[in-house]
């Protein structure tokens, strides 16, 4: 089945340092990849998503990079703040049009 | 924003209870979601609805139910409650399929 994983369930940065979280995916037709985050006592929360057609996508101090020919994403964030501490998991589709499947997560840490 | 609310952020039940578990989302969002979140095993899907009145199982649907009457609404049952059923439980929902899933706060559910 499809399935996506983190590469590091861990990721230790200093402020001000950009972080990248890697994520891999099984299926090489999955058309849609969604990144969250995950602060402490609270929901998944959606950062950024990303299409098929497309390698590159940017928001607010995030870029998203796809890589359809490793079947890789990465999320990078620019200037790692301490808000930034939290979870992140990578999405993709889950077998039918309505379902996803998540990874299990990298821990990151911002140092002061 | 989107706004995806669960009636409780803690919970204590006992063995054997019926529970129930309630999520609103305000976007008139077609799809909802309800999933469990354990250390180490990541988000798993219980069940889903695309629909009023529609269901379908997810990963691991064995020992509950779902309801959803009203389109804004989709509550989550379990029948009798066990001590395995502890457990942080999310709510989410979507506009369409291969959208953004958006998240609940969750409820943290301790079956005793």
């Known amino acids: 089945g499809e399935s996506v994983g983190l590469h590091l369930p861990t990721l230790s940065v200093q402020e001000g340092d950009n972080s990248i979280i890697n994520c891999a995916y099984s299926?090489?037709?999955?058309?849609?990849f969604i990144w969250y985050k995950q602060e402490s006592g609270k929901g998944p929360q959606f950062i950024i998503d990303?299409?098929?057609?497309?390698d590159k996508r940017q928001g607010q101090r995030v870029t998203v990079l796809l890589n359809k020919t490793v079947k890789h994403l990465s999320l990078q964030i620019a200037a790692t703040q301490p808000g930034d501490s939290a979870v992140y998991f990578c999405a993709g589709p889950g077998g039918s049009n309505y379902k996803l499947t998540f990874g299990k997560g990298t821990l990151l840490t911002v140092n002061p | 924003d989107v706004k995806v609310t669960q009636s409780s952020r803690y919970l204590v039940k006992r063995t054997g209870e019926k529970v129930f578990l309630e999520c609103v989302q305000d976007m008139d969002h077609e799809n909802m979601f309800w999933y469990r979140q354990d250390p180490g095993l990541g988000l798993r899907l219980i069940y889903f609805?695309?629909?009023?009145?529609?269901?379908e199982k997810g990963d691991i649907p064995e020992g509950y139910s779902v309801s959803r009457e009203k389109k804004e609404r989709f509550s989550l049952i379990l029948e009798s409650a066990s001590t395995n059923q502890t457990s942080m439980y999310l709510c989410?929902?979507?506009?369409?399929?291969?959208?953004?899933?958006?998240f609940g706060d969750g409820t943290r559910l301790s079956i005793l």
């Open positions: 990303i299409r098929s057609n497309m």
């Open positions: 609805s695309y629909d009023v009145k529609m269901k």
């Open positions: 299926n090489s037709a999955s058309d849609y």
């Open positions: 989410a929902s979507s506009l369409w399929s291969n959208q953004p899933q958006h």
